[in-house]
């Protein structure tokens, strides 16, 4: 890819003025940068983005960093400064987004709220992302993902009954925020092409968590009973678990009754078919604890790739439980261009997740840019802005 | 509001042919439904859609359905008759997006390919959503959300060391797949703005899943060791994590030198600031345990409610640990406008989780119009297409 240009996408052309950092924000603009857009990085000094500092390192820059601003641009600008704030405004002129995820009124107090803005750039997409909201009686408070995992109600659903409470390892909070942000501005730029006006996208963290809590909050609502963590089986199908082999565990999913049939009989256990504890699926979800042993007497005998081979060979969904490593190295991942790479001068190659949206038209290539350090695109930036005024 | 009019927003005037069942391509549906789309839920006879028949049921209606499909329309199609094939493809030249989650291949065999379908109608969108993807080697095979989940990696890293794998409570393979693709599809409407071309979105769960793996993947690709599950805490940032009180658990999170020192002031432990193993935040992750130790020591001499409080007002970021009734009686949440009603004919009233992308220019009703029943909307579809031609 040549220095400058950016990735080629439904959304080219695109200018997102990006003020937020660390993570929902950041997500939400690489999302938006693999789909096309150039994502100007507007970093507050002296030190920027405070994930810059996030370990682990390679060669002191943060590989945490460098994934999630991979092909962006970086401007320093302190908006307390005269100068600096009428730079900002001529970038706002030439963006179509702005987006940030500061605690509400921060950017108001400047001087940027919305009203002044959509006056003075009609067009402007203003995305808000913030940990509550900017209405509502916590509006302020701090947010952290793992506050928001915790009062957004998936921690008590995650989890072994009898355990401390579970944090989602990934930071679902952050990142699911990030996602219906993504959403949320596509579909206000289809608006502008049609309505000529930009609008401002208001996104709560903890709102994106009630929003995913499906079938929990559709128990709640039916039947007025908050559910509790149950490990890893399913609620209502059976069996549909983690199952402990001979060398670790796997995953099996064989909920009807074509399934369990074919399970039993792959295990050598066609008994089970016929048992009565056992005989349809509210059975077995009733007794699934003594389900669970029968079937591991048998997986124990043998290990996860013998089991894995012989049902994936008859159709019975399963699959290993993988960690990084096998992730990462699964045919799958590697055939689907999901790990990719980008040069970066100091840190040399860098390794990150790739874009899960693929297009027909447009070509998902295996590099990518590397991310900015601090101010470095500030000279390319003004250029162009002398040049288009 | 009106009957057969659906919500106001930035995709008013789409029309959406959703092939999709169960969870991933509904939750994507349902998002843009939200957001102003006509969704149009084509259904296989004589059952459709799997997930009207799983529980809990609202006299005899599933409320998880329900949640999912508020607001859209439901008509039946065997694509295997050829009357109804002319029926599909009259509803395909009347849509801008075709979604489905199929495994791949099936709406092909059915002559319904991305290339005869682009040949016929240029400027159709199509999502694609599968477990595995429409390209690579595991593209054939069956997935439910915990195969994903396992076979991501977001199980590697959810749960407590120690235990069994653990799955993430809410189906986050579902659910990041659906949000990925209502991103692709609003770009590819706003590419089609531009281009007049319509295009094909190919998404995969377990892309889906590979892209939310954030520190993990940046701490993989940086030291290439895989990361193992932590319970609730941060791996370098501390005091970051769950904590017992006296009558249950809290979230503190108060990893600067600034924070920390304000929380051990704020419990009456002082001397803590100054405790060696404590002076650094490195220093406090390597002797995580030993300062939980101390927090909980006095911690577990009130109970939850005194401490929100206390550090609440001293802006400690923390938090409680709310299942679904503590989430869906958060005065924030109801400011938010985050639970909806809909009033089913046969179920009644039934609440279900808000649009959390909260835009300036339309606005946020307090009540959807709700899911349809099997084929209910069949001659109002047929009505509107006959007055078309």
């Known amino acids: 890819m040549k220095k400058g240009k950016g990735m080629q996408g439904p959304l080219s052309g695109i200018t997102i003025l990006d003020m937020s950092r660390v993570l929902a924000g950041p997500f939400c603009t690489m999302v938006l940068s693999e789909l096309g857009a150039r994502v100007i990085k507007a970093e507050i000094p002296p030190a920027g983005d405070d994930s810059r500092q996030f370990g682990p390192f390679v060669e002191g820059k943060s590989a945490y960093f460098m994934s999630l601003n991979r092909g962006k641009e970086s ?7 005269p100068g600096e704030r009428k730079l900002f405004e001529k970038l706002l002129a030439g963006s179509d987004v702005l987006v ?30 913030s940990g509550f909201g900017h209405t509502g009686p916590k509006s302020d408070m701090p947010a952290y993902d793992l506050v928001i995992q915790a009062m957004g109600g998936i921690m008590s659903i995650t989890g072994y009954p009898g355990n401390p409470p579970t944090r989602v390892g990934s930071s679902m909070g952050d990142i699911t925020a990030g996602l219906f942000t ?4 596509c579909a206000a ?13 208001d996104v709560s963290m903890l709102d994106c968590q009630v929003a995913i809590l499906e079938n929990a909050i559709a128990r709640y609502a039916a039947e007025g009973i908050s559910p ?3 490990g890893a089986r399913h609620p209502s199908i059976t069996p549909f678990d983690v199952y402990a082999t001979g060398d670790g565990y796997m995953v099996i999913c064989a909920g009807n009754q074509n399934l ?9 256990r066609d008994e089970l078919i016929k048992d009565k504890r056992f005989a349809n699926n509210d059975l077995r979800t009733s007794n699934q604890a003594a ?3 029968e079937m591991e007497s048998t997986l124990r005998s043998q290990g996860n790739a013998h089991w894995l081979d012989l049902l994936g060979q008859k159709g019975i969904p399963c699959g290993p439980i993988n960690n990084l490593e096998g992730v990462l190295n ?20 860098v390794r990150m997740a790739g874009n899960p949206i693929k297009m027909s038209c447009f070509e998902d290539p295996p590099e990518r840019r590397p991310a900015p350090d601090l101010d470095q695109s500030r000279q390319d930036i003004l250029d162009l802005l002398r040049k288009k005024a």
Chains 1, 2 share one sequence.
């Open 75 to 81: 401007i320093c600008i302190d908006l307390k400064e």
């Open 291 to 293: 389900l669970k042993q």
């Open 260 to 268: 369990f049939a074919k399970l039993c009989r792959t295990l050598g």
């Open 189 to 201: 730029l289809r608006h502008r092409e049609i309505s000529g006006q930009g609008m401002m996208i």
């Open 330 to 349: 699964d045919p799958q991942v590697n055939a689907r261009n999901m790990l990719v790479e980008a040069l970066d001068p100091t840190a040399g190659k």
């Open 100 to 129: 940030e995820n500061f605690r509400p009124g921060t950017l108001a107090k400047l001087g940027y709220d919305w009203e002044s803005l959509h006056a003075a750039y009609p067009r402007l997409v203003y995305a808000a992302l």
């Open 228 to 230: 509790g963590p149950l």
């Open 182 to 185: 993504s959403t949320g501005i």
